[in-house]
C-alpha cells in the first residue's frame, strides 16, 4: 500500500528498555521527520533527514538515535527509555524541506 | 529563535457560525506558512499551504487563510463549521534561505457545540 506506516502503533516498556520505531513510506521522499506530541507542547522536531545517510537532530533529540540507511525507512530508538518520553510519536516526509509533510498515523508510546 | 504562536488553546463554536483560528509568527523575510488538521487518534493532514503570491489561499474542506505580512499573521477561516470539523488545529512556519526544517505551535482544539 502506497503511503506512509508507522509500527507499532501502540507500545509499553519499561524504564532503561531499548525500544525502537519503524516508520516508512513508499513514495522515495527525500526528506523524512520524527516528531513528538505531547500535551501543551504540540509538535517537537525530534531527527530529520534530508536523503539516506543523512541526519540532523531537531529540537528534542537527546535519548534518541536515528539512522536512514535506506530512503524508505526511518527508524528511531530509545536507547534507555525513560518515563518522560511517553509520548506519541509522529513520522512524517516530503520530497523537500518546504514542501508538504505526509504525516504517519502515529506510535503511542508509554514508558513505565 | 524563531517561533510559532496559537494563542487559543480551545475554541468553541456553534455548528454553523463562522470561525477564525489565530496563527502569528515570529518575523522572518520569507516565511512559507501551513496549517494542518488532526481528528482524535488520526496523524496530521494538510489544510492549507501558502509560499508566495495571492495571500488569500483556500484550502480543502472549505477552509481559508490570509498572510498578512504586516502583522506577521495567518489566521485560518472558514464561514460556517460543521460537527465534523472538530478537531486540533496546527499552525506552522518556515523560512526560506535557512534550514529545512518547519515550526509547529502549540495547537488550538476546536469544539462544536450542535
Known amino acids: 500500500d502506497a503511503g506512509i506506516t508507522q509500527s507499532p502503533r501502540y507500545k509499553i516498556t519499561e524504564t532503561g528498555r531499548q525500544v525502537t520505531l519503524m516508520c516508512h513510506q513508499t513514495?522515495?521522499?527525500?526528506?523524512m521527520f520524527w516528531y513528538r506530541q505531547d500535551l501543551g507542547h504540540g509538535l517537537r522536531l525530534i531527527y530529520y533527514?534530508?536523503?539516506?545517510?543523512?541526519?540532523d537532530k531537531g529540537e528534542v533529540p537527546d535519548g534518541y538515535v536515528v539512522s536512514r540507511s535506506k530512503t524508505e525507512n526511518f527508524p528511531l530508538t530509545l536507547e534507555s527509555a525513560t518515563r518522560s518520553q511517553t509520548s506519541v510519536y509522529f513520522c512524517?516526509?516530503?520530497?523537500?524541506?518546504?514542501?508538504?509533510?505526509?504525516f504517519g498515523p502515529g506510535t503511542r508510546l508509554t514508558v513505565l | 529563535a524563531q517561533s510559532v504562536t496559537q494563542p487559543d488553546i480551545h475554541i468553541t463554536v456553534s455548528e454553523g457560525a463562522s470561525l477564525e483560528l489565530r496563527c502569528n509568527y515570529s518575523?522572518?523575510?520569507?516565511?512559507?506558512l501551513f496549517w494542518y488538521v488532526q481528528s482524535p487518534g488520526q496523524g496530521l493532514q494538510l489544510l492549507l499551504k501558502y509560499f508566495s503570491g495571492d495571500t488569500l489561499v483556500q484550502g480543502i474542506k472549505g477552509f481559508e487563510a490570509e498572510f498578512k505580512r504586516s502583522q506577521s499573521s495567518f489566521n485560518l477561516r472558514k464561514p460556517s463549521v460543521h460537527w465534523s470539523d472538530a478537531a486540533e488545529y496546527f499552525c506552522a512556519v518556515g523560512y526560506m534561505n535557512r534550514d529545512d526544517k518547519i515550526i509547529f505551535g502549540k495547537g488550538t482544539r476546536l469544539h462544536i457545540l450542535p
Open positions: 513514495w522515495s521522499h527525500s526528506y
Open positions: 512524517a516526509s516530503c520530497w523537500t524541506g518546504r514542501n508538504e509533510q505526509f
Open positions: 518575523y522572518g523575510a520569507t516565511p512559507y
Open positions: 533527514s534530508a536523503a539516506a545517510d543523512i541526519t
